[in-house]
């Protein structure tokens, strides 16, 4: 059975991710969600030394009650957890998901997610994780880690969900690029959505000579392409184009090539994903 790996946090993202994990369950026909959340120990009082100020007596008792402490925080954390899991299976039972299975985890988001996702066809992740700093629109921490080490491909949920009815592939020309239209042409998820292809090329270029061969690609699979060249940087121009246009989602590579090959996994991936209010998928 094909299966969906939702990671979940403490964050607002939580609702949107399932959601948006929901929406592909239903699109692949109903495929399993498997919801993981990953406690990671975070640094408190329990774990700096205060001896150095103390009597021995002194420094005795309060390291024993700040581990006392640092134990009821993660029986806290643990329960927590749980708890958020829970209701997740009960938004995703409330969304018409049918198969669905939970895990909590200790130690590293990344590896923990890469570890499970071995049998996973798509990630679902949010655009920031707990900790983000949403006045500078920082991103979440371990979004670009999980970017750039999974194989499989990463929808990064936006704020809230909306119906996705239409989508845009970003594309420059390059080989990747080109592997992303035939995975856009052969993912049952994206069938009968209204299909946009866009690049961003130079004053003169001839983007549309660029697009005509992943257009065909798109339109021998069934799914016709409206094409359209934007001109400008790479972020700021599509970041206004889906906007303006009413995408519901941005599919892009993970690697770029030529005026793109920072697009991901650089600054102008962080740009474009804290620009664009809508989910991105990103493909291999």
Known sequence: MTTILACIDASIYNESVLDHAA??????????VHVLHVLSRQPNEASADHSGALGVDAA??????????????????????????????????????????TAQRHGSLVDTIIEHEAGADLVVIGKRGARADFATGHLGANLERVLRA???????????????RRFAIAYDGGPTALKVVEFVAKHPALDGLECHLITVAPAGGAGETLLATPAAVLARAGKPATVTVLRGEVDAAIAAHVSAAEMDLLVMGAYGHGRLRAMMLGSTTTALLRACRIPVLVAR
């Open 150 to 164: 999974s194989p499989r491909p990463v929808l990064v949920a936006s704020r809230a969900f909306r119906s996705i």
């Open 23 to 32: 929406w592909a369950s239903d699109r692949l026909g109903g495929a399993a």
């Open 60 to 101: 005795d008792a309060l390291l024993r009650e700040l581990a006392a402490l640092d134990e009821q925080r993660g029986r806290l954390a643990l329960q927590r957890g749980r708890a958020m899991l829970d209701a997740a299976e009960a938004r995703l039972r409330a969304a018409g998901v049918a198969h669905s299975s």
